[in-house]
């Protein structure tokens, strides 16, 4: 059973901010800004991967509607809504969510990557290659 899980079947507190049947969304612990909550779904899947179309809908929904509401509540500039699937991009625990981060100033948080220098012709090549052999 995942952190998550347990927050869903109360066995360990959260902060909830937001439950309906399918989704809760409660403060995250690290607190990367003021207001970053977690999205998550109730149904046990393990990324945005694994996830079905209609999960992926309502958590994302949710995402957006708690990320207006968060802005107005702490007067935040603007919003980062990202997931991880997997742990090499992150993923700590492996149920999916969405992260909601209001941002209040640039430089408090940067999402700095860094750049490969990949040949893009080659990158697309790659790709369209790919969905022809499907």
């Avoid at 998550?4 to 989704?23: G, M, S, T």
């Avoid at 107005?72 to 993923?91: D, H, M, P, W, Y």
């Avoid at 700590?92 to 941002?103: A, S």
């Amino acid at each position: 059973m995942t952190l998550f899980e347990k927050i869903i079947n109360r066995e360990i507190p959260a902060k909830i901010i937001w439950e309906d049947d399918d989704v809760i969304a409660f403060l995250d612990i690290s607190q990367a800004t003021k207001g970053h909550t977690l999205v998550v779904p109730k149904v046990a899947t393990e990324s945005v991967l694994t996830a079905t179309p209609e999960v992926v809908s309502k958590v994302n929904c949710t995402a957006q509607m708690l990320a207006i509401n968060l802005m107005k509540t702490f007067g935040a500039s603007g919003v980062n809504i990202l997931t991880n699937a997997n742990e090499v991009s992150g993923q700590t625990v492996p149920h999916y969510h969405v992260h909601v981060i209001p941002r209040y100033d640039v430089e408090e948080l940067k999402f700095v990557p860094v750049p490969n220098h990949h040949d893009l012709d080659e990158v697309f090549k790659i790709y369209q290659d790919y969905q022809n052999s499907q």
